[in-house]
């Protein structure tokens, strides 16, 4: 049956036989909805798959390109981005019309895609039929609108103000150790932080979760100084991964996601490669269980989870269910064991899917103290690489995501040490976080001078009144910030 959605001063047709009426729109049931639209060749919101994959508004009239290397592909964006010549994005999409207003289409659950050309705007669920919302008007207005439908769709957490968090990663990477992280803890003092973070570096192997060598008292022991401190004791590790150096790996290959011809998949191309556990195994969802209890045990009540997109890849599974339905039924079980108090940041993680169990997320890639890679972004048509502009980019085009969670644009830089960003680059990196409302640095004080000390304690004591007046320009109290050139 054809019926004719009226959406304000657009009308659309549509092929179904029930839509209803909602604030901004309407709500709709399908396994594919098509919409022929009058709009041509104009611009397109794709929203990436996870945390990193790219996020922006882009041009139909230009061909999606394909970042290279390929091996790389599962951690810039979804498996299925990669086969399609036209432009789609992960759960929600939206076109520019000529008014100045957008026609969105969004999923209400995991699961979807929505692709669009200069003619149609179709969004599909790889499994049975679900829920949509269509809606025509002001790109706020819009988003606002499908913010809150996921909200009471899939859940909202991270109502309270965000931990202000120290994270390693930025300044150490992964060459952490007990000594170094003791005497950073030391110098924290005074600076008004919430989370000490440990990040990549404490692990045996990537599956092998118990501290490496170069924590002799170990982990529990180094919590029980972060809380001496009076901060709260974080971690980082990737519980949906495996390096085939791992014990895990060795002793349990049948773990190991595998596809139709019993190949391990790929889940990335780092540290020589890893691979994705199969997290409908019942002995993978213990292992999950004992894993995430041991860290807890140990005193760690921020978690930062990564690489979790590993979890939701396509391939063959011990309980067949569609992959995102996989992901979100570990995550569960991770946010289970993790009871409700204890805070999970999602990092790598598939947006929709992810909505409702986490208590912060990615929204971006990471940054770095430069400001694009342009061999990665440019060349290899990577923009899901590390470097300020990229993070920049991805992050402001998700901050509709607020209402749901903590939206974390990744950490600021105060230092002239090490770092590339001039200081126009480095206030830009700062404003997106006060607008996101998450405050995270690696930053050393022992690497910054006075000045440098007193912004940093300024930003994390600042919380400024943000409006956001559009697309690109905000006011945080009476100052304008405006991204655009910088895009
Ligand atoms: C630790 C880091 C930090 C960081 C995370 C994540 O595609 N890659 O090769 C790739 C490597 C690392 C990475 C993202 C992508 O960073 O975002 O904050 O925790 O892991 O290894």
């Known amino acids: ?12 047709p549509a092929r179904m036989t029930t839509a209803e009426p909602i604030p901004g729109g309407y709500l709709l049931t399908g396994a594919e909805l ?6 041509g060749a104009t611009r397109f919101y794709r929203q990436g798959w996870h945390s990193w994959s790219p996020t922006t508004w882009v041009e139909l009239a230009t061909p999606p390109t394909l970042p290279q290397p390929s091996t790389r592909w599962p951690q810039i964006d979804d498996p299925v981005a990669f086969t399609q010549s036209i432009h789609s994005g992960s759960g929600v999409g939206a076109l520019e019309a000529p008014d100045g207003n957008i026609l969105l289409l969004g999923a209400l659950a995991p699961g979807a895609r929505v692709e669009a050309d200069a003619d149609l705007l179709r969004g599909s669920y790889s499994g049975t039929a679900g829920p949509w919302f269509l809606g025509y008007g002001a ?5 606002t609108h499908y913010a809150a439908l996921l909200g009471d769709y899939l859940g909202r957490r991270g109502q309270a103000p965000a931990p202000r968090v120290w994270c390693s990663w930025y300044s150490f990477y992964n060459h952490i150790g007990e000594e170094p992280l003791l005497a950073t803890l030391h110098s924290l003092q005074g600076l008004p932080f919430d989370v000490f973070q440990v990040d990549d570096g404490w ?36 519980p949906f991964i495996a390096r085939p150096t791992s014990a895990l790996y060795r002793e349990h290959p049948d773990w190991i996601l595998r ?12 540290w020589g490669g890893f691979y994705a556990l199969d997290t409908t195994h019942p002995r993978v969802k213990i292992w999950l269980e004992e894993t995430i209890r041991r860290v807890l045990d140990w005193g760690y009540t921020y978690l930062k989870l990564d690489f979790l997109y590993a979890g ?8 067949d269910l569609p992959r995102e339905e996989a992901y979100r039924q570990a995550l569960t079980l991770i946010r289970e064991e993790m009871g409700p108090e204890t805070y999970l940041l999602a990092c790598g993680a598939p947006v929709l899917p992810s909505l409702g169990l986490v208590d912060g997320l990615r929204i971006g890639p990471d940054v770095a103290p430069y400001w694009d890679n342009e061999d990665r972004s440019c060349l290899l048509h990577d923009t899901s690489a590390p470097g300020a502009l990229n993070a920049i980019r991805t992050s402001l085009h998700r901050l ?78 009476e100052r304008v910030v405006d991204f655009s050139l910088a895009l």
């Not at 098509?34 to 709009?39: E, Q, T, V, Y």
């Open 1 to 12: 049956m054809e019926l004719l959605l009226k959406l304000g001063t657009l009308s659309l």
């Open 34 to 39: 098509r919409f022929l639209h009058p709009f």
């Open 139 to 143: 790109e706020a207005d819009l988003f």
């Open 203 to 238: 692990q045996l192997d990537m599956g092998d979760w118990e501290a490496n060598p170069k924590f002799p008292a170990g982990m529990a022991e180094l919590a029980n100084r972060i809380r001496e401190a009076g901060l709260t004791p974080g971690l980082w590790l990737a």
């Open 259 to 270: 596809d139709e011809n019993n190949h391990p998949v790929p889940a990335g191309d780092n």
């Open 312 to 319: 939701a890849l396509p391939g063959v599974r011990y309980h």
């Open 400 to 477: 509709w995501l607020r209402p749901l969670c903590h939206t974390d644009p990744d950490v600021v830089f105060f230092r002239t040490r090490y770092n590339l960003l001039n200081p126009y680059q480095q206030t830009l990196l700062r404003d997106l976080a006060l607008i996101a409302g998450f405050k995270a640095t690696s930053d050393l004080p022992t690497w910054l001078d006075r000045e440098e000390q007193t912004a940093l304690e300024n930003f994390l004591q600042a919380q400024p009144t943000v409006v956001r007046q559009t697309r690109y320009q905000f006011t945080l109290d």
